[in-house]
């Protein structure tokens, strides 16, 4: 089902995240704080729907070069997540927000490669200008929440490798995985009312390190 991009479809979601009980990330021994955004926008396709904002990461990056990602990074000291979040989203696609665009915060998921990502969901009033920083970002896409929505949007498989699910998510042909597959599937969750974890949700072996 389609969502408007109203005010109406902002605080309908806002309240679905605050009825949502999060799960932090417990014991973070040897894990570094992570946090990204799921951005909230004009899908800007004449259907006048809400999507969220999916990058692919620039080829020249040190790790995850090229992977698909939600906009984010490390938090730096004393910092929180919703506020390293939307620095984040400043730095690679020059969309500055308030605090107060903050919808809510989902579960924390960690990561093979050390980190606990804190995926906070924030809405962005005005996108008509993105300006993503190339030195970080190969292109940006807007997701419909109509799409993320559909049945067959996500599936699940199993590797050798490990006894917890590979969560896939569709989209353009390709499979994005977890930990940005993971986090986009839980939000559809709480879009639908629903408390479901991903936290045990697996990655793929390639983005293990």
């Excluded at 930990?179 to 839980?186: E, G, K």
């Amino acid at each position: 089902m389609m969502q408007p991009f109203t005010d109406g479809t902002r605080q309908t979601i806002a309240e679905r995240c605050a009825a949502f009980a999060r799960l932090e990330g417990g014991d973070l021994t040897g894990l570094k704080r992570a946090a990204v955004v799921i951005a909230l926008v004009d899908a800007d396709d004449n259907s006048g729907g809400t999507a969220l904002l999916l990058t692919r990461r620039a080829a020249s990056l040190r790790t995850h070069r090229s992977q698909w990602a939600l906009p984010g990074g490390r938090c730096d000291a004393a910092e929180t997540p919703a506020a390293a979040s939307l620095r984040e989203l400043h730095e690679e696609l020059g969309i500055e927000l308030k605090p107060d665009a903050v919808l809510g915060i989902l579960d924390d998921y960690p990561t093979r490669s050390g980190y606990l990502i804190t995926p906070v969901v924030a809405w962005v009033a005005d996108s008509a200008a993105l300006w993503p920083n190339p030195a970080e970002v190969r292109s940006v896409h807007r997701i419909a929440l109509a799409h993320i929505e559909q049945a067959d949007a996500f599936d699940f498989v199993t590797i050798p490798q490990s006894e917890r699910r590979v969560i896939r998510f569709r989209h353009a042909g390709q499979f994005i995985h977890a930990p940005t597959a993971a986090l986009i599937y839980q939000f559809r969750e709480v879009l639908a009312g629903r408390d479901t974890r991903v936290a045990e949700l697996e990655q793929p072996v390639f983005a293990w390190k």
